[in-house]
């Protein structure tokens, strides 16, 4: 069974470009979260899907993050424009239930450089 | 929120050490996750310990839920070994991440 998986796994833009990030969760997981850790500091918190629905968007550090998850398959994270300081790794996570038995699943992360 | 506190912040072994890992929680928590960073920036589950003591392999781990805190051991380190450990404690369906132990084992 594949994993959680997030495209690109790099990506360098300049300030004030777009970057779209991807995040395919485990099939059959209809809780997705997005999740980032900037330089040097704790991961954090950012969005939580159920399905297409956004239940939790408290995390999202201002209004140039959008996401979507079109469909309640993949998820997509779009920071326009960006700036320095949302450079950092862009976890995607997904788990099948919200009840406590289950384990939540990460990817391996979208390293983000805005320089 | 729920504040996650880990100890120590950093920690160099020499390949074939034990060491124990410790992390401190602020309130009663549904479930708490061990996770892995490795040097690829990858983050492994290791454990999904709400309470009790979980065994896999060199790695173990015990959860005091009353008393608010778990501890990860490493037996036997090895190389591989390094990178960044997190705790994490889960409330509803949120992970309230610690700061991480950055772990060196050395050859």
């Known amino acids: 069974e594949a994993g959680v998986t997030q495209f690109p796994s790099h990506s360098v833009i300049e300030k004030g470009q777009t970057v779209t990030l991807r995040c395919d969760p485990i099939s059959g997981h209809d809780n997705l979260y997005w999740y980032r850790r900037v330089m040097g500091k704790e991961i954090k918190f950012l969005l939580h899907?159920?399905?297409?629905?956004?239940?939790?968007e408290s995390g999202m550090p201002n209004n140039r993050f959008l996401a979507e998850r079109t469909g309640g398959t993949y998820s997509t994270l779009k920071v326009q424009p960006a700036e320095l300081e949302d450079s950092g790794v862009y976890f995607c996570?997904?788990?099948?239930?919200?009840?406590?038995?289950?384990?939540?699943?990460f990817g391996e992360g979208s390293w983000l450089t805005v320089v | 929120g729920i504040q996650v506190e880990q100890s120590p912040p950093d920690l160099i072994l020499q390949e074939g050490a034990n060491s124990t890992l410790r992390c401190n929680f602020s309130?009663?928590?549904?479930?708490l996750q061990w996770f892995h960073q490795n040097p690829w920036g990858q983050l492994i589950n290791l454990f999904y310990?709400?309470?009790g003591t979980k065994q896999n392999g060199r790695l173990s781990a015990t959860t005091v839920a009353t008393e608010r805190y778990s501890l990860l051991y490493i037996s036997s380190s090895q190389t591989t070994d390094s990178g960044v450990y997190f705790c994490?404690?889960?409330?509803?369906?949120?992970?309230?991440f610690g700061a991480g132990t950055t772990v060196t084992v050395r050859a």
């Open positions: 309130d009663s928590v549904n479930n």
């Open positions: 310990i709400p309470s």
């Open positions: 899907f159920v399905k297409e629905s956004k239940q939790d």
């Open positions: 996570a997904s788990s099948q239930r919200l009840s406590s038995g289950n384990t939540i699943y």
């Open positions: 994490a404690a889960l409330t509803n369906y949120k992970l309230s």
